[in-house]
Each structure stands twice: as C-alpha cells, then as structure tokens.
T-cell receptor
Framework: GAVVSQHPSRVICKSGTSVKIECRSL??????MFWYRQFPKQSLMLMAT?????????EQGVEKDKFLINHASLTLSTLTVTSAHPEDSSFYIC???????????FGPGTRLLVL | QKEVEQDPGPLSVPEGAIVSLNCTYS??????FMWYRQYSRKGPELLMY????GNKEDGRFTAQVDKSSKYISLFIRDSQPSDSATYLC?????????????FGAGTRLFVKA
C-alpha cells in the first residue's frame, strides 16, 4: 500500500514553544491531506483538511491560529502547534488521499507532550 | 444519530476464533467502505477497501457490505494475538462534502493466546 511518513514521531517541548510536524506522501501525489488528533482510547478527531496551494479548512472548534497548516506541495503538509500548552499534548496523525481510487492513507502519528 | 455507528467493545476472543466486527451507516449515498486497523500508539493502516455490496476476501480477512441494510462487516478467520488492535470502519462518497471520510468510533479487539 501507499506510504505516508510523519516526522518527528515523538516530541517533548516546553509550554509556550511552537512545534512543527511534517507529513509526506512518499510514493503518490496527495490531492488532499488531513490532520487528526487522537486522545487515548478515543477515535480520530478530524482537525482540518488541506488541499495543495490553498488554505486549510478547519473543523468546528479547532483554532486556525493555534494549529497552522501549510500544504506546500502535493507530497508535503505541515502542522505547526503554536504556543503549545499542556492541554495540546496528544497524538497527532496526518493522512493523505490520492491514488487512482482516492484512498486515504495514514501516517504513523506524532506523539506530542507539552510540559 | 451518528453517520457511522460502531460498537467500541472491547471484544475479547480466544486465539483461533472467528471474529465479526460490524458497523451501520445512515447515508445511502455512501459509496466506498473501508476497514482500518490501528495498533496502540500507531497510525491506522488500511486493511480493506470495497465499493459495491458483496464480499471481498484478502487472506484471513473478509469485508462484507450490504447496502440494502446499510451494514458493513469485517470477518477475521483463525484470529491471532497479533490481530489485537482497534478496528475502524469508514465510508466516503461524493455526497460527503468532497469525499470526506467518515469514521466509526473503532472496536478494540483482544485475541487471547
């Protein structure tokens, strides 16, 4: 199947700092990329949808100034958590959609811990 | 009513058992149906992808779609401890706001050795 990579896999930062997470589709061009957040033992929560070259569409309740998304190319999207606080600690998963059947593939996730 | 309903479990079975995981959906416009497997602290992995009603088999896994009753299932034969994970059903279609994927809550499966 298609491969989506995410970097870093784990990050620990101090409160007030910003953290950038990269998501890459390695063997296909992703028409659309998605960012999810997942708390322990809970399902995926869609944060935003982004298309290459255009502004991301954020889900209700997700602060766009807090979670900056840049979709610079058909293979790269970044999520920046600005001025991170302990309540932002979570598992962030990106997903890329592409291929002939427009199937959605997930990255391995990034575990963020804000101290 | 959620668009996709899935029992969160947990479901615990002995090794070798046949596992049946199920979801129901509400929108008859959904066209594509997927099953993802998510191990703890990992991203979801696409297991099965189906379009029409009927069965699709891949090794020990069989995905079944019944569009008339809006019911989708995943069967796992000869279940193994390594199958222990959370299984998410998902669906999408042209009428979901540009093929937006709708996920079930996920069912946690434990296969005991």
């Amino acid at each position: 199947g298609a491969v989506v990579s995410q970097h870093p896999s784990r990050v620990i930062c101090k409160s007030g700092t910003s953290v950038k997470i990269e998501c890459r589709s390695l063997d296909f061009q992703a028409t659309t990329m998605f960012w999810y957040r997942q708390f322990p033992k809970q399902s995926l929560m869609l944060m935003a949808t982004s298309n290459e070259g255009s502004k991301a569409t954020y889900e209700q309740g997700v602060e766009k100034d807090k979670f900056l998304i840049n979709h610079a190319s058909l293979t790269l999207s970044t999520l920046t958590v600005t001025s991170a606080h302990p309540e932002d600690s979570s598992f962030y998963i990106c997903s890329a959609r592409g291929g002939p059947q427009e199937t959605q593939y997930f990255g391995p996730g990034t575990r963020l811990l804000v101290l | 009513q959620k668009e996709v309903e899935q029992d969160p479990g947990p479901l615990s079975v002995p090794e070798g058992a046949i596992v049946s995981l199920n979801c129901t959906y509400s929108n008859s416009a959904f066209q594509y149906f997927m099953w993802y497997r998510q191990y703890s602290r990992k991203g979801p992995e696409l297991l099965m992808y189906t379009y029409s009603s009927g069965n699709k088999e891949d090794g020990r896994f069989t995905a079944q779609v019944d569009k008339s009753s809006k019911y989708i299932s995943l069967f796992i034969r000869d279940s193994q401890p390594s199958d222990s994970a959370t299984y998410l059903c998902a669906t999408t279609g042209a009428n979901t706001g540009g093929f937006k994927t709708i996920f079930g809550a996920g069912t946690r499966l434990f296969v005991k050795a």
